[in-house]
């Protein structure tokens, strides 16, 4: 009995150990090997991934930093973020970067707010620093991001309302352009995404994402997957988003538009988000600005590996030079149907009867999400 005593106070000591960590130093879990550490980032109460916050979407935080006529990219991960965010540069300077001058990285010209920079970061703590931060160039990083030749601003975020505050009654007149994709292709891409991480980014957060480059699909199962379909910890970047987005797609201030139908229309599209943004291009300027929004040309651009020059976590991160991934990883090909060339047949029926549960309930929001094409009204 006496041992029993001991090893139920020693369990008590270590469960209350861990719940004191995760309220008041939750960033030292990141020192621990994966996946250990997001285990008991998850069961402390926080959110998915580790270094995602909505605190600079909140309706009185909001309208202290931005600005009217913005412009928030609220794509799906993995949904062409980074395609969307580089086309509205194209669009508001109308083709004329022609040598990307002003698009150094993807996280300098088009900010990501979403992005805790460090271990200990909050948005409160490096809020000031967009505007203060000096790049290895020699300029202040709101040069890029907020220069005033520009007609709006840019930002990045994957959340969806009510995280952000899309039907808020006053303030700032803000824009959000939202973007889905076949769940199955967001999962294939996602598979590369995971392994395209750099090591370095890695270590600052606990070994997220893992490596998943050498996990083939097993029966029903794929770490991705896992992690993707409910309850996984990443379930709401996909299934919480979409059901989100799809009750404010007719609203004025909103965008909403699905991958597949960008990719077979690109001109088209480039045209719908350029009046969205009361954008008026001459037919040569549409189609420079069509070029330079090709999968072909933001390969060559190569700007895109995310630097993260706000953090603080000397010895563990070069604000300079350490990026999110690895060179040139970030642009593929972005095909369509690459989901269900990738995993089994077990796998995609798994996931078609997760879709049907979440999404069934609403027939053309089941088919829109798997097919494109026409949004019907509301």
């Known amino acids: 009995m006496a041992v029993i005593k001991t090893c139920g106070t020693a369990v008590l000591g270590i469960a209350l150990l861990i719940g004191c960590i995760g309220k008041f130093q939750p960033s030292l879990f990141m020192c621990l090997p994966f996946p250990i550490s997001i285990l008991l980032w998850i069961l402390t109460g926080h959110n998915m991934p580790p270094y995602f916050s909505a605190d600079a979407w909140k309706e009185d935080e909001i309208d202290t930093w931005m600005k009217d006529g913005d412009l928030v990219v609220a794509t799906g991960a993995k949904a062409g973020t980074n395609f969307i965010l580089y086309c509205a540069h194209q669009i508001r300077t109308k083709g004329n970067d022609v040598n990307d001058d002003l698009y150094p ?19 409160a703590e490096q809020k000031e620093r967009y505007n203060t931060t000096v790049l290895a160039d ?21 959340f969806a309302p009510p995280e952000l505050p899309v039907r808020k009654g006053k303030g700032k007149k803000i824009k959000y352009l939202a973007m889905s994709r076949n769940g199955l292709d967001v999962a294939a891409s996602l598979t590369n995404f995971y392994s395209s991480h750099t090591q370095t980014f890695r270590d600052l957060w606990g070994g997220f994402p893992p490596d998943v480059s050498n996990h083939a699909p097993q ?52 045209e719908k988000i350029a009046n969205f943004v009361n954008v008026q291009l001459t037919s040569d300027e549409l189609a420079v600005v069509t070029e330079r929004c090709g999968i072909e040309h933001m390969k060559k651009v190569n700007r895109f590996n995310y630097l993260m020059p706000l953090n603080k976590d000397k010895g563990l991160w070069d604000p300079n030079k350490d990026t999110i991934v690895k060179d040139n990883e970030l642009v593929n090909k972005g095909l369509i149907g690459t989901g269900k060339a990738l995993f089994n047949d077990q796998i995609v029926k798994r996931w078609m009867k997760v879709e049907e549960e979440e999404f069934g309930h609403d027939p053309e929001l089941l088919r829109w999400l798997r097919e494109g094409s026409v949004l019907p009204p509301n």
């Open 138 to 158: 020699g300029r202040k990083m709101n040069y890029y991001w907020d220069n005033p030749a520009y007609p709006f601003r840019i930002f990045k975020s994957h």
């Open 219 to 270: 029966g029903q199962t794929h770490p991705v997957i896992n992690d993707l379909l409910p309850p996984g910890p990443l379930s709401e970047l996909y299934f919480g988003y979409n059901k989100k987005w799809w009750l404010y797609r007719n609203d004025p201030n909103v965008l909403l538009l699905h991958y597949a139908d960008v990719r077979k229309d690109l001109k088209g599209s480039v």
């Open 105 to 123: 990285d993807v996280s300098v010209t088009t900010p990501w707010p979403d992005l805790i920079q460090s271990r200990k970061g909050s948005w």
